[in-house]
């Protein structure tokens, strides 16, 4: 047995390295089918092996993820047509001349006709006329539209793939590989659509087959073998159907396999294909209502009277079952969708299989906290979220929330990327007092916040000792950090794929205009401009200024952050809407001693304009930005200085001073209302220049 199997493997390989040789042989082995006489028991393995064949097509059909993945099937079907029809001929032949075509056909007319010739002719002509009107009529016509649409829709596809390598999405290797997957399916569809015609023509030589089988059948019987009417037409037709049979059921597998590539739409998501059982599986049980509404019908049906109460009833109880089953699963997938995750158990008793390869914004609690507590910060901290997203135009992720053991009671973190970007103190106990309100008096209940909370300024008290103190509660604190955390950490969401995104809309809205700035501007230049905006807290929502700004000035600038403040300049009356108040635009100015200061310290590199301070000048500014903009101001002021200052003084004040916006004279029209609210002054005893370096 073992050299048995071991001489098949051989033969297997050898056939599998000279693949053409066995495909060559196989298309010769049809043409000798035709017209030389094969034995009976040859016969029989062959019709075997072609109900083999169509089983085994219909099966990889369906386990395609998408129907480029056989790109041979026209030729394929080809062959399988050949095949198919040469032992039409040679069953055919067998029947003609001997009367006998093997046990296949026979036991298949036997089993067919069971002792009816009428009931067996019905059948096969009932099964022929499904395969030939509808299922192969069907996929034609697929075929045909199919093909028409993937050649309408290439040179859109060439010219998406060209503008994504212009933006330096994709790379070359992969441009070329798109565009040969592009010129495959255009090839496979237009083969299909000619290929049906072989299916068609199937179906149509088998009912002319029959019919030469049946006639010729009786008339030699009859008049060369001496049989009587009877006898020829029971051989005869028992003979003929199943040889029609054994021709029509392989015919109909092929049909339908046709029908499910050419129908088949690839449904891919994170990367993973799904097969067509997969989808249609998930795609009927994603609605559990229609089951349920389905089982009512049924329900009704029964009431009908003279219906089968019991069989209704039946499958009432099951729909009803698998959509009350399905409702149940979809409130995991819920919750999970809502992003609610418990961090993974580190103690060794088991292998973590699984991993998030994207944790973008995570929100951290302890599995001790109250729960109510935390949805209702979760919901609050996501309408700041949505409110930046809808004011600023930023591309924000999801929220993923997480509890976590190593976490103190009462800590809250927000991370980006596992990075903790915000920790804050969360209780329902205590509520914060500004350090200040104590006038340097010892509270003994009063907890000081820590520092590595950020929390230096604040002072913890039970919440029933607050008196008439300005008190802050926790929730309040952690939803005005979390938004200017969410407005510092935006502009690295603004990335390529962002950037394609928004350069995809204007292509949609004003095309011309997407060209353009395609032509003069890359992709990266624009996401830089874009990231530099979003920093300052600049709405991106004017898209168009944005893009008709930069293609005025890019093409004589390289410097993305004087392609802001162009931009800037630009969106003036976005800028001046969005900080001014009731009163008018509340600004800050410096002296012109303090801005001759800070133009003595600017320094300019071949990549940025930035500052080299003095100490003492440094400090002095620090404490005059305290003063002038507290983190929990009444109203919004801005800072307000000359052109050549705002983009570096911006950058220094970036970590720190995030909330503070840095404004220049240019970006504020003449009808603008301005209110002054002082002006920074940084001469105080300063030392010389020379031997300072920045702070």
């Given at each position: 047995?073992?050299?048995?199997?071991?001489?098949?493997?051989?033969?297997?390989?050898?056939?599998?390295?000279?693949?053409?040789?066995?495909g060559a042989f196989f298309v010769i082995a049809i043409v000798f089918m035709m017209i030389t006489p094969l034995p009976t028991g040859l016969v029989d393995v062959l019709i075997a092996v072609n109900i083999c064949i169509s089983c085994l097509l219909i099966m990889l059909a369906m386990h395609l993820p998408r129907p480029l993945a056989f790109?041979?099937?026209?030729?394929?079907?080809?062959?399988?047509?050949?095949?198919?029809?040469?032992?039409?001929?040679?069953?055919?032949?067998?029947?003609?001349?001997?009367?006998?075509?093997?046990?296949?056909?026979?036991?298949?007319?036997?089993?067919?006709?069971?002792?009816?010739?009428?009931?067996?002719?019905?059948?096969?002509?009932?099964?022929?006329?499904?395969?030939?009107?509808?299922?192969?009529?069907?996929?034609?016509?697929?075929?045909?539209?199919?093909?028409?649409?993937?050649?309408?829709?290439?040179?859109?596809?060439?010219?998406?793939?060209?503008?994504?390598?212009?933006?330096?999405?994709?790379?070359?290797?992969?441009?070329?590989?798109?565009?040969?997957?592009?010129?495959?399916?255009?090839?496979?569809?237009?083969?299909?659509?000619?290929?049906?015609?072989?299916?068609?023509?199937?179906?149509?030589?088998?009912?002319?087959?029959?019919?030469?089988?049946?006639?010729?059948?009786?008339?030699?019987?009859?008049?060369?073998?001496?049989?009587?009417?009877?006898?020829?037409?029971?051989?005869?037709?028992?003979?003929?159907?199943?040889?029609?049979?054994?021709?029509?059921i392989p015919a109909l597998l092929i049909s339908v396999t046709c029908g499910m590539i050419i129908t088949r739409v690839p449904n891919t998501e994170a990367g993973v294909e799904a097969n067509i059982g997969r989808e249609i599986a998930e795609q009927i049980t994603s609605q559990p209502k229609a089951w349920i509404i389905a089982a009512v019908?049924?329900?009704?049906?029964?009431?009908?009277?003279?219906?089968?109460?019991?069989?209704?009833?039946?499958?009432?109880?099951?729909?009803?079952?698998?959509?009350?089953?399905?409702?149940?699963?979809?409130?995991?997938?819920?919750?999970?969708?809502?992003?609610?995750?418990?961090?993974?158990?580190?103690?060794?008793?088991?292998?973590?299989?699984?991993?998030?390869?994207?944790?973008?914004?995570?929100?951290?609690?302890?599995?001790?906290?109250?729960?109510?507590?935390?949805?209702?910060?979760?919901?609050?901290?996501?309408?700041?979220?949505?409110?930046?997203?809808?004011?600023?135009?930023?591309?924000?992720?999801?929220?993923?929330?997480?509890?976590?053991?190593?976490?103190?009671?009462?800590?809250?973190?927000?991370?980006?990327?596992?990075?903790?970007?915000?920790?804050?103190?969360?209780?329902?106990?205590?509520?914060?007092?500004?350090?200040?309100?104590?006038?340097?008096?010892?509270?003994?209940?009063?907890?000081?916040?820590?520092?590595?909370?950020?929390?230096?300024?604040?002072?913890?008290?039970?919440?029933?000792?607050?008196?008439?103190?300005?008190?802050?509660?926790?929730?309040?604190?952690?939803?005005?950090?979390?938004?200017?955390?969410?407005?510092?950490?935006g502009p690295q969401f603004i990335g390529l794929q962002e950037t394609k995104a928004i350069l995809g809309w204007l292509e949609s809205e004003q095309p011309e205009l997407a060209q353009e700035m395609q032509r003069v501007l890359t992709l990266t230049r624009f996401s830089a401009v874009l990231q530099r905006l979003a920093s300052e807290c600049?709405?991106?929502?004017?898209?168009?200024?944005?893009?008709?700004?930069?293609?005025?000035?890019?093409?004589?600038?390289?410097?993305?952050?004087?392609?802001?403040?162009?931009?800037?300049?630009?969106?003036?009356?976005?800028?001046?809407?969005?900080?001014?108040?009731?009163?008018?635009?509340?600004?800050?100015?410096?002296?012109?001693?303090?801005?001759?200061?800070?133009?003595?310290?600017?320094?300019?590199?071949?990549?940025?304009?930035?500052?080299?301070?003095?100490?003492?000048?440094?400090?002095?500014?620090?404490?005059?930005?305290?003063?002038?903009?507290?983190?929990?101001?009444?109203?919004?002021?801005?800072?307000?200085?000359?052109?050549?200052?705002?983009?570096?003084?911006?950058?220094?004040?970036?970590?720190?001073?995030?909330?503070?916006?840095?404004?220049?004279?240019?970006?504020?029209?003449?009808?603008?209302?301005?209110?002054?609210?002082?002006?920074?002054?940084?001469?105080?005893?300063?030392?010389?220049?020379?031997?300072?370096?920045?702070?």
């Amino acid at each position: 047995m073992n050299q048995i199997i071991n001489f098949l493997n051989m033969v297997a390989l050898s056939a599998m390295r000279r693949s053409e040789v066995v495909g060559a042989f196989f298309v010769i082995a049809i043409v000798f089918m035709m017209i030389t006489p094969l034995p009976t028991g040859l016969v029989d393995v062959l019709i075997a092996v072609n109900i083999c064949i169509s089983c085994l097509l219909i099966m990889l059909a369906m386990h395609l993820p998408r129907p480029l993945a056989f790109s041979t099937f026209p030729a394929v079907l080809l062959l399988t047509t050949m095949f198919r029809l040469a032992l039409s001929i040679s069953t055919t032949r067998l029947i003609l001349l001997n009367q006998d075509a093997g046990h296949i056909v026979e036991a298949f007319g036997q089993f067919v006709v069971g002792g009816n010739l009428a009931v067996g002719l019905v059948i096969f002509l009932i099964l022929t006329v499904v395969n030939f009107l509808v299922i192969t009529k069907g996929s034609e016509r697929v075929a045909e539209v199919g093909a028409r649409f993937t050649l309408d829709a290439m040179p859109g596809k060439q010219m998406s793939i060209d503008s994504d390598l212009r933006a330096n999405l994709i790379s070359v290797y992969e441009a070329r590989n798109r565009r040969s997957e592009l010129n495959k399916e255009s090839q496979l569809f237009g083969a299909m659509d000619g290929a049906m015609k072989f299916v068609n023509g199937d179906a149509i030589a088998s009912l002319i087959i029959v019919a030469i089988n049946m006639i010729g059948g009786i008339s030699i019987g009859v008049v060369q073998h001496g049989m009587t009417a009877g006898d020829a037409l029971q051989l005869y037709t028992v003979l003929t159907i199943g040889d029609g049979l054994i021709a029509q059921i392989p015919a109909l597998l092929i049909s339908v396999t046709c029908g499910m590539i050419i129908t088949r739409v690839p449904n891919t998501e994170a990367g993973v294909e799904a097969n067509i059982g997969r989808e249609i599986a998930e795609q009927i049980t994603s609605q559990p209502k229609a089951w349920i509404i389905a089982a009512v019908a049924m329900l009704g049906f029964a009431a009908l009277p003279g219906m089968p109460t019991g069989v209704f009833i039946t499958i009432a109880i099951i729909c009803g079952a698998g959509g009350m089953l399905q409702l149940q699963r979809a409130k995991p997938k819920a919750e999970e969708q809502g992003a609610v995750a418990v961090a993974p158990e580190m103690n060794g008793k088991e292998d973590l299989r699984t991993f998030s390869p994207s944790r973008q914004f995570v929100l951290q609690f302890h599995p001790g906290q109250n729960s109510a507590l935390v949805d209702a910060l979760v919901s609050e901290i996501r309408q700041r979220r949505n409110r930046l997203v809808v004011q600023f135009g930023l591309t924000l992720p999801s929220f993923i929330i997480e509890y976590v053991d190593h976490l103190q009671p009462d800590e809250f973190r927000f991370t980006v990327y596992d990075v903790p970007m915000l920790k804050a103190t969360f209780t329902q106990t205590h509520v914060a007092v500004d350090v200040r309100q104590f006038n340097g008096e010892d509270v003994p209940t009063a907890i000081s916040g820590t520092t590595d909370r950020q929390e230096d300024q604040w002072v913890w008290l039970p919440a029933e000792q607050g008196g008439e103190l300005a008190t802050v509660s926790s929730m309040t604190l952690i939803t005005e950090r979390m938004e200017r955390a969410l407005q510092s950490c935006g502009p690295q969401f603004i990335g390529l794929q962002e950037t394609k995104a928004i350069l995809g809309w204007l292509e949609s809205e004003q095309p011309e205009l997407a060209q353009e700035m395609q032509r003069v501007l890359t992709l990266t230049r624009f996401s830089a401009v874009l990231q530099r905006l979003a920093s300052e807290c600049v709405p991106l929502r004017a898209i168009r200024v944005i893009a008709e700004t930069l293609i005025e000035h890019c093409q004589h600038e390289r410097d993305t952050n004087v392609l802001t403040d162009y931009v800037r300049i630009a969106l003036k009356s976005q800028i001046y809407h969005q900080y001014c108040g009731a009163d008018g635009l509340q600004v800050w100015l410096l002296t012109p001693e303090s801005e001759g200061l800070l133009r003595d310290g600017l320094r300019q590199t071949q990549t940025e304009t930035f500052f080299a301070l003095s100490n003492e000048i440094s400090q002095m500014l620090v404490q005059q930005l305290h003063i002038a903009f507290p983190l929990r101001a009444p109203e919004q002021a801005v800072l307000l200085v000359a052109q050549d200052l705002r983009s570096p003084l911006r950058t220094l004040l970036r970590e720190e001073f995030y909330h503070v916006p840095v404004l220049s004279f240019a970006e504020i029209s003449n009808a603008a209302k301005v209110r002054v609210m002082g002006r920074f002054d940084l001469e105080d005893d300063l030392e010389p220049m020379d031997n300072e370096h920045a702070a």
